[in-house]
C-alpha cells in the first residue's frame, strides 16, 4: 500500500467514524425524546376523544393532524413509537441471548454442532410472520405475547452467524499454535475468539432491532398483536384503512413514514458499526 | 543434548496414506535439511511432528517425553506466516502471544518498532516471516521445524533471513529441520541432507 492510499485510507475511516457517530447521535436523541415524551405525556388527555377537531389535515397546531376522534396524530405516533422500541428491545433482548447459547453451545462437539444447525434450519425455514403469530397466540398474546414471539424468532441469523464464526476462528490456524505456545482453552477464548464475536453481537443486535419492530408493528396491523386500545403504530396503521378512502392520508402517512424511518435509521447504523468493526470484510 | 524422534509414524487424511511408518532422528546442534518432491508428504510431517496434526499412529518425542500440553518444544514456522497470525491483532501482540526478545535479537532480525503498531495485512510476507519466525525461537523452543519458510520471498530476503534464524538457533542451542524441495537451499544452509523416502516404507 502506497502513502497516498494509506491517508486516503484514513480519511476515509474517520468519515466512516465521524458518521457513524453523527447516526447514532441522531437516533439516540431520537430514542430518548420518544422515551422521555412518554413519560411526560398525558395518555389520558392525548387519547380521549375531542370531536371540535376531527379528521384535520396536518397543520402547524398538529403537525401530524387529527384522528376521526380529534385526537393529535403526532402525540399517538410518539407513543406508538414508544411501544414499537420497548418491544423491540426486550424482544432484541431475549434474541441476542439464545443466539449466543446456541453459538458458543454449537462449539462443543459435532453432534452438538449438527443440532443447533438443524435447529437454526428449522426455525429459519418456517415463515417468519406465521411464526411470530403462532407463538404470540401461544404466550396469550397481548404485550407479552408480542414481545416473547418477536424475541423467540429473531435470532436464527445471529446464531447462524456467531456459529460460522466461532466454527472459523476455532479451526484457524493461528488458534492451533495458540495451543503450541502453551495457552490455556480460556485464554484462547478470551483473547481470540471473544473479542471476534462481540464485534458480531453488536452488528447483530444493532440490525435486530429494526427487524423486530417491523415484525410487531406488521403483526399488530393484522391483529395478531397488540391489544387494538394500544396505541401501537401497527394499530394506528390498520385503524386508519378505513379512513384512507376518504382522502385522510395523513392518518397513515406520518405514522408510518416514523416508523420507516427509524428502521431505516437503525438498518444504516447496523451497516456502518459492521464496517468500523470489521476494517477486514469492509477492505476486501 | 536433547533429542528430538519420530518412531513407527504412520498418517494419512482419510484412506489416503501418505506417510508410511517413518523414523527420524535429530538433536540440537543440528540443522538438518529436508528433501522431499512436492506432494510427497513433507508439510505433513511438519504438522505431525509439531503438534498441529494429533491423530496419527506412532509417536514423537523429545527427550524420550511425549509433548502433552504446555509450551511445545517443537515448533513450526509456516510456509504463509499470515495463516498462523490473527488478523485483529497488532503485531506486537502477535509476537508476545509466545514472547517478547530483547533488542539485540529484534535488531538481528531487523525489526522495527513502528511494525510493531501494525496488523498483519500491514506488513510484507517477508516481515512477517520474521516475525513468526522470531515467535519460534522462544526460550522455552529446543526444535523448529521451518516448512518452505523462504519459498515466497526474493533471494536477497531469503538469505537474510536464513542467516538470522541460524544465528540465534546455534546461539540458544535449537535443532532447526529446514523442509524444502529446494536442493540448492538445502545444500547452502543444512550440515546434512535427509530425504524424505529414504526414512518412510
Ligand atoms: N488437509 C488435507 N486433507 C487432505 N489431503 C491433504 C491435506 N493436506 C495435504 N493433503 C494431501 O497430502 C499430500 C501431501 O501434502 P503435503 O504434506 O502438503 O506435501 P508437501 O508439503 O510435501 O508438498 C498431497 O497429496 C496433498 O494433496
Ligand atoms: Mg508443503
Redesign the pocket.
Known amino acids: 500500500m502506497t502513502k497516498t492510499e494509506e491517508k486516503h485510507k484514513k480519511f476515509l475511516n474517520l468519515n466512516l467514524r465521524t458518521k457513524t457517530l453523527l447516526i447514532i447521535g441522531i437516533a439516540f436523541l431520537i430514542l430518548f425524546s420518544v422515551f422521555v415524551s412518554n413519560y411526560l405525556i398525558d395518555h389520558t388527555a392525548v387519547l380521549t376523544s375531542n370531536f371540535y377537531n376531527i379528521n384535520q389535515p396536518p397543520s402547524f397546531e398538529h403537525w401530524f393532524g387529527t384522528d376521526w376522534m380529534g385526537r393529535d396524530m403526532f402525540m399517538r405516533t410518539l407513543l406508538g413509537l414508544g411501544i414499537s422500541i420497548g418491544v423491540g428491545a426486550f424482544a432484541s433482548i431475549i434474541s441476542t441471548i439464545i443466539a449466543i447459547l446456541l453459538g458458543v453451545f454449537s462449539s462443543v462437539n459435532t453432534i452438538v454442532d449438527e443440532a443447533v444447525t438443524a435447529v437454526i434450519d428449522l426455525f429459519g425455514s418456517i415463515p417468519h410472520i406465521l411464526l411470530i403469530i403462532l407463538v404470540s397466540l401461544a404466550f396469550g398474546g397481548g404485550y407479552y405475547g408480542v414481545v416473547m414471539a418477536v424475541g423467540l424468532t429473531h435470532w436464527t441469523p445471529l446464531a447462524r452467524v456467531l456459529r460460522a464464526e466461532i466454527k472459523k476462528i476455532n479451526t484457524s490456524e493461528y488458534i492451533k499454535l495458540s495451543t503450541e505456545f502453551g495457552k490455556s482453552k480460556m485464554w484462547i477464548a478470551k483473547k481470540h475468539i471473544f473479542p471476534l464475536i462481540i464485534s458480531q453481537i453488536i452488528v447483530g443486535v444493532i440490525l435486530m432491532f429494526p427487524h423486530a419492530i417491523m415484525h410487531e408493528a406488521s403483526i399488530s396491523f393484522l391483529g395478531f398483536g397488540l391489544p387494538a386500545h394500544e396505541p401501537a403504530i401497527g394499530i394506528i396503521l390498520s385503524e386508519s384503512m378505513k379512513y384512507l378512502s376518504m382522502g385522510y392520508w395523513w392518518l397513515a402517512f406520518y405514522p408510518g413514514l416514523a416508523l420507516l424511518f427509524l428502521v431505516l435509521l437503525f438498518d444504516l447504523i447496523g451497516e456502518n458499526v459492521h464496517k468500523l468493526l470489521d476494517p477486514q470484510s469492509a477492505q476486501e | 543434548m536433547d533429542v528430538m524422534k519420530a518412531e513407527k509414524v504412520s498418517f494419512g ?1 482419510g484412506s ?1 496414506k ?1 506417510l508410511q511408518n517413518l523414523n527420524f532422528e535429530m538433536n540440537n546442534n543440528q540443522v538438518i535439511g529436508l528433501f ?1 518432491d ?7 510431517l511438519c504438522k505431525i511432528l509439531t503438534g498441529f496434526i494429533t491423530d496419527y499412529e506412532g509417536e514423537v518425542t523429545v527427550n524420550g517425553q511425549k509433548h502433552n500440553g504446555g509450551y511445545n518444544p517443537i515448533q513450526l514456522i509456516y510456509q504463509h506466516p499470515e495463516k498462523v497470525m490473527n488478523p485483529r491483532w497488532k503485531m506486537k501482540d502477535v509476537l508476545e502471544e509466545s514472547w517478547m526478545p530483547d533488542e539485540k535479537i529484534l535488531n538481528e532480525f531487523g525489526i522495527k518498532k513502528e511494525w510493531f503498531k501494525r496488523y498483519p495485512s500491514e506488513l510484507s510476507g517477508g516481515e512477517l516471516q520474521r516475525f513468526s519466525i522470531l515467535r519460534a525461537l522462544n526460550p522455552k523452543t529446543k526444535f523448529i521445524i521451518a516448512d518452505e519458510i523462504s519459498t515466497m520471498l526474493d533471494a536477497v530476503t531469503q538469505v537474510q533471513i536464513w542467516e538470522s534464524l541460524l544465528t540465534v538457533a546455534r546461539e540458544n542451542n535449537v535443532g532447526v529441520l529446514l523442509v524444502s524441495h529446494d536442493k540448492r537451499l538445502i545444500n547452502r544452509i543444512s550440515d546434512e541432507m535427509v530425504y524424505l523416502s529414504d526414512i518412510t516404507d
Not at chain 2, 512436492?38 to 505433513?44: C, F
Request: no cysteine; charged share 10%; aromatic share 10%.
Open positions: 487424511y489416503h501418505i522431499g512436492s506432494g510427497s508428504g513433507k508439510s505433513t
